[in-house]
């Protein structure tokens, strides 16, 4: 299998590359960064580091900089700051550390939007970024659960977002018409979660198993309607 860094490790070597000196790395700067990396918290159960990975790192993107330097820098900044996606999908008190130092990145668990089926998965991690001619960044992920052949190249405003959350029963009241939910949707080719808004809301009592409500979702990608109950759906976070 292929290396790979993570999100967090290539945003703060391209934070150390935009400050770096022309000339050859010093040997003690790859040791000292790769160790670093290997021991963070966020790297647990995944392969060490080495020196000569982190000096192929910087020699490949040396080789990127000219001339989008300012491209370059224009996509780091844009990554780092989703905050303009928030109206969107919602910007938690934890979705705001994107401001700040790339490590926070690693605390955080994103989905991204799939346009083989317009379903959202869980995000593995984040393997590259590009800025399209359009002035636009995309993210190339690999989905949890999901090989290479799947990974996909998707627009980080539209379609990479911080994790929906489940429902738990007790959380049924805060469910209204009009949210946005992402919707478990059974068909018989295929079983994803896609978004959908509350059209309508039939309340019951609770009882032992707990919510028996039921709410008819529209889902966003084909518009057609269903009835469902609050274990098929996840809530946006919400600031």
Same mark, same amino acid.
């Given at each position: 299998?292929?290396?790979?860094?993570?999100?967090?490790?290539?945003?703060?070597?391209?934070?150390?590359?935009?400050?770096?000196?022309?000339?050859?790395?010093?040997?003690?700067?790859?040791?000292?960064?790769?160790?670093?990396?290997?021991?963070?918290?966020?790297?647990?159960?995944?392969?060490?580091?080495?020196?000569?990975?982190?000096?192929?790192?910087?020699?490949?993107?040396?080789?990127?900089?000219?001339?989008?330097?300012?491209?370059?820098?224009?996509?780091? $900044? !844009?990554?780092?700051?989703? #905050? /303009?996606? =928030?109206?969107?999908?919602?910007?938690?008190? %934890? &979705?705001? $550390? !994107?401001?700040?130092?790339? #490590? /926070?990145? =690693?605390?955080?668990?994103?989905?991204?939007? %799939? &346009?083989?089926?317009?379903?959202?998965?869980?995000?593995?991690?984040?393997?590259?970024?590009?800025?399209?001619? %359009?002035?636009?960044?995309?993210?190339?992920?690999?989905?949890?659960?999901?090989?290479?052949?799947?990974?996909?190249?998707?627009?980080?405003?539209?379609?990479?977002?911080?994790?929906?959350?489940?429902?738990?029963?007790?959380?049924?009241?805060?469910?209204?018409?009009?949210?946005?939910?992402?919707?478990?949707?059974?068909?018989?080719?295929?079983?994803?979660?896609?978004?959908?808004?509350?059209?309508?809301?039939?309340?019951?009592?609770?009882?032992?198993?707990?919510?028996?409500?039921?709410?008819?979702?529209?889902?966003?990608?084909?518009?057609?309607?269903?009835?469902?109950?609050?274990?098929?759906?996840?809530?946006?976070?919400?600031?």
């Amino acid at each position: 299998m292929d290396f790979e860094f993570t999100l967090s490790e290539m945003l703060e070597m391209e934070n150390m590359f935009k400050d770096l000196e022309e000339g050859p790395l010093a040997p003690q700067f790859c040791e000292k960064l790769a160790s670093s990396f290997s021991l963070a918290p966020s790297r647990a159960g995944k392969q060490a580091i080495t020196p000569r990975q982190v000096k192929s790192w910087f020699q490949d993107r040396l080789k990127k900089s000219q001339p989008r330097v300012a491209s370059s820098n224009m996509a780091l $900044k !844009l990554f780092a700051d989703l #905050s /303009d996606a =928030s109206a969107s999908f919602g910007a938690t008190e %934890s &979705s705001q $550390k !994107l401001k700040g130092n790339a #490590s /926070d990145l =690693s605390e955080l668990i994103f989905e991204a939007l %799939s &346009s083989k089926d317009n379903a959202w998965y869980d995000v593995a991690s984040f393997l590259n970024y590009r800025v399209v001619c %359009s002035g636009e960044l995309e993210v190339r992920v690999r989905f949890a659960g999901f090989r290479n052949t799947d990974d996909e190249w998707v627009n980080v405003r539209r379609a990479v977002r911080e994790r929906s959350i489940p429902l738990e029963s007790s959380e049924c009241q805060r469910v209204k018409v009009g949210d946005l939910v992402l919707c478990f949707q059974e068909r018989e080719e295929r079983a994803v979660y896609c978004d959908a808004h509350i059209v309508e809301i039939n309340r019951k009592l609770h009882d032992i198993n707990g919510c028996r409500c039921t709410f008819v979702v529209r889902y966003e990608h084909d518009d057609l309607e269903e009835e469902v109950r609050l274990d098929r759906l996840c809530g946006r976070p919400t600031p």
